[in-house]
């Protein structure tokens, strides 16, 4: 079977030497990597290949695609209608909440106008899908299906209903690549709720697993804390979910406290994700979100008066 | 050259296919057994037809790698491309190894490909891969004499294929 191949005899003993071209292509490579690693200059190249390898990932995505399609089209009418009821009841729990949230908004607004500080208000969001595509097995990211045609940029914080996913680390066109917040590279500025005691979460490689390596052993915290973005670093808008604190453990060898928490999203079970443009802190906000404060409050103002 | 009248198209097909296979979303307990299905796809058309693919598409296949798993760009490029040389230099004597033998050199070539990738990992920085990427190398070897009859068959196909066709 070896000596049947169709090339293999009559050229045998003139060898093409593929020497010079391994180190051609070794040289290549290697400065393609120094580059890649130490600026950014090769980040349109990335986003163009990247956006032709989008057909690709498609077809990888597609058999999923269908079979939730197969799924959707074949469920019974009474399991649509319990959903819809449950669905329901959740908007109505939701709005409830909200209309809370419009009066604290429009109070915090005036507090801030008092305070003659800009108030960071109107997040834009957009539903993204996350494409049945595995990156790297080792590292803890994902793509969507979302990319720089619908204005996704790099640095962009990801949320899903629970709390914050990650970050966006690459843009394609139609799809775009981003970092999960338990992933060993990832570091998330984050604030205790209770105390607003500030420090950095750091991503462990595993995807129920943060941990916070940088509080002093007197530092003021107990399980059940719960983490919020501090939004310092300007990447993650302030005041979105990130987890709670479920381990502490005190080594009086040490000068840090050893601290596990649990992200707050469920990180291995999403499905879809929400893109958040959040308005640069010290810019003023546009002219249709402060007329929307305005006027919600007058609207909150109107029940005083 | 009877490398022209044979068809190049299906076997572009089946690399990016394989290719393709590192992509395909499986559940993370099989992570540690998911063989490196490009550098075996490259490691035996490299043997079978050495004048046709050679270190370009070796190449070309790592950065395609590289893309799809956001690697660092020519990380998977430089390894494959030292396994395609060492196939390319040693084509003649691999090729009429016993199936053994050759299971055996391909776990090594397996190997040398992992140590590159664990190496540039370490160089650059980024977190190492650990344990899985070793046991890889091992699931790869493992179902090579299986991998090896398919793309045999289908070498046999695409090089008795009628050339009016193509």
Redesign the interface.
Known sequence: ???S????DQ??FRE?N?GP??VV??I??????VT??RNQT?QT??SM??T??YP??V??DAP?TFGRWLSESFSTRATLLDENLELNERILVQSARLQRLAALEAENARLRALLESTAKIGDRVLIAEIM????????H?IVINKGSSDDVYVGQALIDAQGIIGQV??DQVYSA?ALLITD??HALPVELLRNRLRTIAVGT?DLGRLSLPYLPRNADVVEGDLLVTSGLGGTFPPGYPVGSVSKITRNSGQQFLVIDATPAAALNRIREVLLIWAEPTGVAPPADARSDAENLSETATGGID | MPGVKAPRWPVWIILVAMTALVSIPLPDFVTPVRPPWATMAIIYWIMMWPRVFGLGTAWLIGLLLDILQGALLGQHALALTVVGYLTLRFHLQIRIFPLWQLTMTIFALLAIEAFILFWIDGVAGNPPAGVARWTQVLAGAIVWPPVMALMDRARERIEHRDPTFT
Not at chain 1, 132 to 139: E, G, Y
Request: glycine share 4%; hydrophobic share 50%; aromatic share 6%.
């Open positions: 079977m070896a000596f191949t169709f090339d293999s050229r045998a093409p593929p071209r391994l292509i070794c290549l490579s290697i400065a393609l990597m890649d690693n090769l190249v990335r290949l990247g032709a390898v690709i990932r077809l990888i999923a049945s595509v595995d990156m790297n097995p080792f590292r990211r680390t690459r690549e060993v590279d490689g």
